[in-house]
Nanobody, 124 residues
Framework: VQLQASGGGLVQAGASLRLSCAAF????????MGWFRQAPGKEREFVAA????????YYADSVKGRFTVSRDNAKNTVYLQMNSLKPEDTADYYC??????????????????WGQGTLVTVSS
């Protein structure tokens, strides 16, 4: 599965961005999708995840209420809407995919496919 993330940029605190992750996979709908981020000098961390059909979503506490993950299986794309951005949200953001399983994984090690990062920089 090839994944291509886009939508990052430089914004001021309080602004919004929407990240997109396009999957070049005929059966995209059979994959759970996740978003992770890695800030300079820090470990990669979980941000959000969505089940294969979009019925279940999960968020890190640090983004709950500000970020929304969604997907359009007809377009083979998963989105991360980020509102009320804070400087601490600055990071490279990665999308990841894993074939359907009963549980939606929240650990990066459970994902099989990764896109390249898209950089989000939030200035204060």
């Amino acid at each position: 599965v090839q994944l291509q993330a886009s939508g990052g940029g430089l914004v001021q605190a309080g602004a919004s961005l929407r990240l997109s992750c396009a999957a070049f996979e005929r059966i995209f709908s059979r994959y759970h999708m996740g978003w992770f981020r890695q800030a300079p000098g820090k470990e990669r961390e979980f941000v959000a995840a969505i089940s294969w059909a979009g019925g279940r979503t999960y968020y890190a506490d640090s983004v709950k209420g500000r970020f929304t993950v969604s997907r359009d299986n007809a377009k083979n794309t998963v989105y991360l809407q980020m509102n009320s951005l804070k400087p601490e949200d600055t990071a490279d953001y990665y999308c990841a995919a894993t074939p359907w399983k009963n549980e939606v994984p929240l650990l990066g090690s459970s994902y099989d496919y990764w896109g390249q990062g898209t950089l989000v920089t939030v200035s204060s």
